[in-house]
């Protein structure tokens, strides 16, 4: 089973600054099955990219994603009031889909 | 618009049953796979079981293997989770997702979820 780490655990910056997340795998991922989360307090999770760099539906371009192979990264651009959640990184293959354990973007 | 709406959740002591159900409205639903994926306290996400959109194909995390069954009513757009010999760790918010395979592998609509206690 593939393994996602993220990092940093908590990530505390000022809104305006530049988020970067990393999630690092124990192998291999295919780009096309490397997506990000998004998950706000007392909400569900929604997808923000796919495909390691696609943008999903109706989230703005301040998100991006990037890598290959074991490592990809999460930027936003500039930090918005609203961007201050818990971002996971999610893999699938093997008929099996994991998570990274999760990155806390707080509000320094 | 997709609309995902769980049930069932509650208050279960160990080792005890419990039935979740996901009406789903505003897609086709046969034409998906559906999943269930859970976040318990304090921790992140995980993915608990995933059916084909015909629901002749399932799959299971390791943790729920042989004690969660899915399954689906395509009659009645209804994606559900039957998990027996419930344990502290199964303690919860499970959510239903809708997947997307091929073009970004994803899952691409949420419910808002259910929460689950295991406790005596």
């Known amino acids: 089973e593939i393994v996602l780490t993220q990092s940093p655990g908590t990530l505390s910056l000022s809104p305006g600054e530049r988020a970067t997340l990393s999630c690092r795998a124990s192998r291999s991922v295919s780009s096309s099955s490397l997506a990000w989360y998004q998950q706000r307090p007392g909400q569900a999770p929604r997808v923000l990219i796919y495909?390691?760099?696609s943008r999903a539906t109706g989230i703005p371009a301040r998100f991006s994603g990037s890598g290959s192979g074991t490592d990809f990264t999460l930027t936003i651009s500039r930090l918005e009031p609203e961007d201050f959640a818990v971002y996971y990184c999610q893999q699938y293959g093997d008929s099996r889909w994991t998570f990274g354990q999760g990155t806390e973007v707080e509000i320094k | 618009e997709v609309q995902l709406v769980e049930s069932g959740g509650g208050l279960v002591q160990p080792g005890g049953s419990l039935r979740l159900s996901c009406a789903a409205s505003g897609l086709t639903f046969t034409n998906y796979a559906m999943s269930w994926v859970r976040r318990a306290p304090g921790e992140g996400l995980e993915w608990v079981s995933l059916?084909?959109?015909?629901?002749?194909?399932?799959y299971y995390a390791d943790s729920v293997k042989g004690r969660f069954i899915i399954s689906r009513d395509n009659s009645k757009n209804t994606l559900s989770l039957q998990m027996n010999s419930l344990r502290g760790e199964d303690t919860a918010v499970y959510y239903c997702a809708k997947v997307i395979y091929g073009s970004g592998t994803r899952f691409d609509s949420w419910g808002q979820g259910t929460l689950v206690t295991v406790s005596s």
């Open positions: 059916i084909s959109g015909s629901g002749g194909d399932t």
């Open positions: 495909s390691t760099s």
